[in-house]
């Protein structure tokens, strides 16, 4: 059974950066469509950002020139760099494997492996 493991969450003012990681126990994630998701509690789980096995990359328009997703050489760990964070990026941060996306590279249908515990970020002067 994988288990995901995020962590670099913490509290930041407006402004700032944070640097999230994400590894998996059981698997490697070079082989697989990788992206961050977010969730605020009351609300759906969104996603935020995609990594393609060809390493291209989107992002929700709430985030985009802000974050940005990528992989370690070695593929076992993707990373979430948060730049000029703002109030409403805080909220409970996770990696998963997307079953599919679209063509203009938007994650459908599910998830790959059970939820981890994500990482919390909060963004609050």
């Known amino acids: 059974q994988v288990q995901l493991v995020e962590s670099g969450g913490g509290l930041v003012q407006p402004g700032e950066s944070l640097r999230l990681s994400c590894v998996g126990s059981?698997?490697?994630?070079?082989?697989?469509?990788m992206a961050w998701y977010r969730q605020i509690p009351g609300k759906r789980r969104e996603w935020v950002a995609i990594i393609t096995l060809g390493d291209t990359t989107n992002y929700a328009d709430s985030v985009k020139g802000r974050f940005t997703i990528s992989r370690s050489s070695a593929g076992d760990a993707i990373y979430l760099q948060m730049n000029d964070l703002r109030p409403e990026d805080t909220a409970m941060y996770y990696c998963?494997?997307?079953?599919?996306?679209?063509?203009?590279?938007?994650?459908?249908?599910?998830?790959?492996?059970?939820w981890g515990q994500g990482t919390q970020v909060t963004v609050s002067s």
């Open positions: 998963n494997s997307p079953r599919a996306y679209t063509s203009n590279f938007v994650p459908v249908a599910g998830e790959v492996w059970p």
């Open positions: 059981g698997t490697t994630f070079r082989t697989y469509t």
